[in-house]
């Protein structure tokens, strides 16, 4: 039993520090974190214990005071089919997801705890636009 629980303790220490890169406040509760259990990708997490405002592969945002900005590549919608076909292994998996294009744009108003989206980039930017939003995004490292 000991060297289950060693081992067991080992992993959890293990898991528990590979987070890719320290958490960023965002304010009003809000965070940018590396979410390894759920989805291994970077995500923006609300202020509610690790409920998620954007879930990951978050690639892009920024903050000001009231807003959050975020442009996300949506694992669940670009593998939606692929997780049906069980025959694939993860690396095909993960190079069909590293092969998509596609984004989703987000923008969390952390003073009503709401959130606008899943957007285009065009819907976005009138969104943003008519909210009067004058932030940009800015681009996760690549090596977080």
């Known amino acids: 039993k000991i060297i289950f629980y060693s081992l067991l303790l080992l992993v959890f220490i293990i898991i528990s520090s590979c987070s890719q890169g320290s958490a960023v406040d ?51 919608v670009i593998l939606k089919d692929v997780y049906l076909n069980s025959n694939l292994t993860y690396l095909e998996e993960d190079k069909i997801f590293k092969q998509s294009t596609l984004r989703h744009f987000w923008i969390v108003n952390k003073i009503k705890d709401s959130r606008y989206g899943p957007f285009t980039e065009e819907e976005y930017l009138l969104k943003r636009e008519e909210l009067g939003i004058s932030l940009e995004l800015k681009q996760v490292p690549a090596d977080r």
């Open 26 to 76: 965002l304010g009003n509760g809000y965070r940018f974190d590396y979410d390894p259990v759920i989805s291994g990708d970077d995500a923006i997490f609300g202020p509610d214990e690790n409920v998620y405002a954007v879930e990951g592969h978050v690639t892009a945002y920024n903050s000001d005071s009231v807003f959050i900005v975020v442009e996300q590549k949506p694992r669940h």
